[in-house]
T-cell receptor, first 109, second 115 residues
Framework: DAKTTQPTSMDCAEGRAANLPCNHS???????VYWYRQIHSQGPQYIIH???NNETNEMASLIITEDRKSSTLILPHATLRDTAVYYC??????????FGTGTSLTVIP | DTEVTQTPKHLVMGMTNKKSLKCEQH?????MYWYKQKAKKPPELMFV???????INESVPSRFSPECPNSSLLNLHLHALQPEDSALYLC??????????????FGAGTRLSVL
């Protein structure tokens, strides 16, 4: 599984877009990128995943660079409820994943 | 229904007690997971069940004993725990193949305190 690197923490103003980067420079062709988040005292929540095309769902957008060495999770209009730890994971289909330390996002009023 | 239900929400137990954590899902998922999470740390995988059979045990001490009695239920039996076992215990489930295997649905967890 590709090693991922994320900033330890980030702040974002409420109502602005939150852009969370993830580096996965050793990713191989069959490895997907998954994003989860964990709001304090809750279980982790799946957000989105992608292989090489950009993806969007009701929660977020995922932008993967053309060389696939990095990706960005975008929360288009951050709210206070988006304050959470965000985990980026890269691995082949079907492999068991393991959480890294993630990025602690704080949305500021 | 995308809910994974864990009971109890909170549990306090002594080191000589025997207790069980319960997890239930009705999404038809055939993979179920136990994670342990200490404060300010990411969740750590403990066990994986695939089609009701134990497929991964991450070298968890034998005082933790998992059980999957049917495809909807997952239990974690606890016996002779230590204070350092105090943590949030999370259950998750997923489909058992392909991309969906990595889309896990988590319960809210059981917060365990061992005295």
């Amino acid at each position: 599984d590709a090693k991922t690197t994320q900033p330890t923490s980030m702040d974002c103003a409420e109502g602005r877009a939150a852009n969370l980067p993830c580096n996965h420079s050793t990713i191989s062709g069959n490895e997907y990128v998954y994003w989860y988040r964990q709001i304090h005292s809750q279980g982790p929540q799946y957000i989105i995943h992608g292989l090489k095309n950009n993806e969007t769902n009701e929660m977020a957008s995922l932008i993967i660079t053309e060389d696939r060495k990095s990706s960005t999770l975008i929360l288009p209009h951050a709210t206070l409820r988006d304050t959470a730890v965000y985990y980026c994971i890269a691995l082949p289909t079907g492999n068991q994943f393991y959480f890294g330390t993630g990025t602690s996002l704080t949305v500021i009023p | 229904d995308t809910e994974v239900t864990q009971t109890p929400k909170h549990l306090v137990m002594g080191m000589t007690n025997k207790k069980s954590l319960k997890c239930e899902q009705h999404m038809g998922h055939r993979a179920m997971y136990w994670y342990k999470q200490k404060a300010k740390k990411p969740p750590e995988l403990m066990f994986v069940y695939s089609y009701e059979k134990l497929s991964i045990n991450e070298s968890v001490p034998s005082r933790f004993s998992p059980e999957c009695p049917n495809s909807s239920l997952l239990n974690l039996h606890l016996h002779a725990l230590q204070p350092e076992d105090s943590a949030l215990y999370l259950c998750a489930s997923s489909q058992n193949r392909g991309i969906a295997k990595n889309i896990q649905y988590f319960g809210a967890g059981t917060r365990l305190s061992v005295l």
